[in-house]
Structures are given as C-alpha cells and as structure tokens.
C-alpha cells in the first residue's frame, strides 16, 4: 500500500476518485463482522501507506537516488532517445562502437536499507 500511495502522490493525489481495493474475507473468515473488520484492515492499511509514502518524499534521498541513476538521459544519448531522435539501427550501431562499457551498480541494498529506516525506523 505505500508503493500505491508512494504513486498516488508523485502523481498530484487525487482529482478525481479514489481506491477500489479488495477486501473480501478469507479462509474460514465467514462473518459479517469479518467482513466488516476486513474493510478497516484495508483502510488502515492504506491510511499507513499514505502517511509513510508522504515520508519518503519527504526524506528525499530516493527521489535524489532516481535524479542520479537516470541522469544520463539528459545529455547525450540519454537524450537523444527521450528526444525520439535515435532508431533501432543508430542505437545498435552506437553499442557496437562502445569499447569501454561498465556496468552501474543498481545500488539494491542501499534502496532497501533506505527503505526499512524510513518505514521501520
């Protein structure tokens, strides 16, 4: 649910509607107070998302951590393709010429740790 919510921010909030989530009980859950505590479950857990979304924007560092890994698409050939200017051809061409290639760490554990303090921490 802050994945969710993490978007419905990023995105502006809502202008218009809202959430469609499910909230059936299961298993043995047959009741219409499960019913009935599995729709707050549902929102409670959204509500969490909401407000721990809003934390990690307000924390920054991954918004700054996608600024950088994807900062090559503002300049060069990054921006070429964003720009629509390169083909199939050009793109393969270009790789073909590349004589030192490295490969970027995606910093997996430094995301995930980001993560964890800000939700856990």
Do not use: H, P, W
């Amino acid at each position: 649910t802050t994945a969710c919510m993490y978007e419905v921010l990023k995105a502006g909030g809502f202008t218009n509607g809202g959430l469609n989530f499910d909230a059936k009980a299961r298993r043995q859950s047959n009741t219409f107070e499960d019913i009935f505590l599995s729709y707050i479950a549902g929102m409670d857990s959204f509500a969490l998302g909401l407000i721990k979304a809003q934390a990690i924007i307000d924390d920054g560092r991954i918004d700054e951590f996608k600024k950088e890994r994807y900062s090559s698409y503002e300049s060069g050939i990054g921006k070429s393709i964003i720009d629509g200017r390169e083909t199939l051809e050009s793109l393969a061409k270009y790789a073909a010429d590349l004589t030192d290639v490295k490969a970027e760490s995606g910093r997996q554990e430094y995301l995930e740790n980001v993560l964890n303090d800000i939700l856990f921490g």
